[in-house]
């Protein structure tokens, strides 16, 4: 299985901007979809943003378009989340999540889909 780090959390203004990074161990990354998913206390873990194992092709909660863009490089085993205009709503702990299964579905947004999950991050975004 593919193991998982997400790092880049932090306390920051709303309105402001983070940018939230995954490094994935093994050999096995490029052939993944990845995604990010979040959870607070109050709400069940929810869907985010994914990415096909190309790259090509991507997919958003309509909660987070238009304001996050999930990215990827391969040679460097990492998926990037990058989240500008952040709101109050958007605080969370952030899970990134592997899909090596149908990596090349844009989208599938449910728990299941994913095989590996990371430690999370927390974000908070105060108003």
């Known amino acids: 299985q593919v193991q998982l780090v997400e790092s880049g959390g932090g306390l920051v203004q709303a309105g402001g901007s983070l940018r939230l990074s995954c490094v994935a161990s093994?050999?096995?990354?490029?052939?993944?979809?990845m995604a990010w998913f979040r959870q607070t206390p109050r709400k069940e873990r929810e869907f985010v943003a994914r990415?096909?194992?190309?790259?090509?092709?991507?997919d958003y909660a309509d909660s987070v378009k238009g304001r996050f863009t999930i990215s990827r490089d391969n040679a460097k085993n990492t998926v990037y989340l990058q989240m500008n205009g952040l709101k109050p709503e958007d605080t969370a702990v952030y899970y990134c999540?592997?899909?090596?299964?149908?990596?090349?579905?844009?989208?599938?947004?449910?728990?299941?889909?994913?095989?590996?999950w990371g430690q999370g991050t927390q974000v908070t975004v105060s108003s």
């Open positions: 999540a592997a899909d090596p299964v149908f990596p090349a579905a844009t989208s599938r947004s449910y728990l299941g889909a994913y095989t590996s």
């Open positions: 093994g050999r096995t990354f490029s052939n993944c979809a």
């Open positions: 990415i096909t194992w190309g790259g090509f092709s991507t």
